[in-house]
């Protein structure tokens, strides 16, 4: 991502700073951003708390989108800090999204060249000026071979060549060319074939292969409950409120859980169409009902 001015860089250190202090902070904060990413930076977390910001805030900015129009820089500041922070702060967040999206538009919007292809009647000219030089080359070796005599000698030549054009590789016409030698002959003749332009409309080709097809298959869960989950958040929000004393929309909340946290699933419930499961913390603290959309579930659940 292009570089930001200085102004927002300070006002971005001053926002994150905070929550920077120790080294525990810092583990959370990165692991926060890119929970469900494909892979994170390698960002060190040591020195002190207004080094690592900056450091933080540059590779955050190289790193570039975590999802879809989801900048890491983004995600940062509206994922992590937004829902921690007063009124004051979540403004200075507001400001700071137009040049975060503005710098990622830049990037995207790079060109690139692409390479100029070839005529193909460059190819075609080419191959016949290599024809003419072969069959200038053979009435110099028919000269350098000829007898000596006051007589006539025929020297007869053949050359014949195929040369793919447009749709028909084997339309060609044949010219005979008389070439007449310096010693008292007759007429040397060289036959060639040149390829003519054709333009009857092109042949589909078709292919068949009794090769079986391809079958891409995805992974079978085969496993049981209690097993595994992250916690994921579909609006982008760290925090959520959204665990359940039974499963149902209505229930009052018992627990708050954060984005990308590990918890165990104990159980599943359907209720009017949509699948819940009952969690707990990885330490075995009972927390309660929460939707599908809000797990992402390992491959040893059911």
């Not at 079986?212 to 925090?239: D, E, K, N």
């Not at 169409?273 to 659940?301: D, H, K, M, P």
């Amino acid at each position: 991502m292009p570089s930001l001015r200085s102004d927002h860089i300070e006002r971005m250190v001053s926002l994150v700073e905070p929550f920077c202090r120790t080294e525990t902070e810092r583990i959370v904060l990165i692991d926060t951003i890119f929970a469900g990413a494909p892979g994170k930076p390698d960002i060190d977390i040591h020195g002190a708390p207004g080094i690592f910001t900056r450091r933080l805030i540059h590779h955050l900015m190289d790193y570039g989108t975590v999802a879809p129009d989801s900048p890491a820089l983004w995600l940062l500041l509206d994922g992590f800090v937004r829902a921690q922070v007063g009124v004051d702060k979540q403004a200075q967040i507001d400001d700071l999204r137009v040049p975060i999206f503005a710098a990622l538009t830049a990037q995207s919007a790079q060109p690139s060249q692409a390479a100029r292809p070839v005529s193909p009647l460059v190819i075609v000219f080419g191959v016949i000026g290599i024809v003419v030089l072969v069959i200038a080359a053979g009435v110099v070796a028919s000269r350098s071979t000829s007898p000596l005599e006051g007589t006539q000698e025929t020297v007869s030549g053949s050359l014949l060549t195929h040369i793919p054009l447009m749709n028909s590789p084997t339309n060609t016409f044949t010219s005979t060319v008389d070439l007449r030698t310096s010693l008292p002959s007759s007429a040397a003749k060289s036959t060639v074939a040149l390829p003519t332009l054709d333009t009857s409309p092109p042949t589909a080709i078709v292919m068949t292969s009794s090769a079986p097809p391809i079958v891409t298959t995805l992974p079978t869960r085969q496993g049981s409950y209690p097993c595994t989950a992250v916690v994921r958040s579909p609006s982008g929000a760290t925090l959520l409120n959204v665990v359940r004393d039974n499963p149902s929309t209505n229930a009052p909340p018992t627990a708050s859980i954060r984005r990308g946290d590990t918890v165990n699933i104990q159980r599943e419930s359907l209720n009017q169409g949509t699948t819940w499961y009952f969690i707990e913390s990885l330490s075995g603290v009972e927390l309660g009902w929460v939707e599908t959309q809000y797990l992402a579930r390992s491959l040893n659940c059911p």
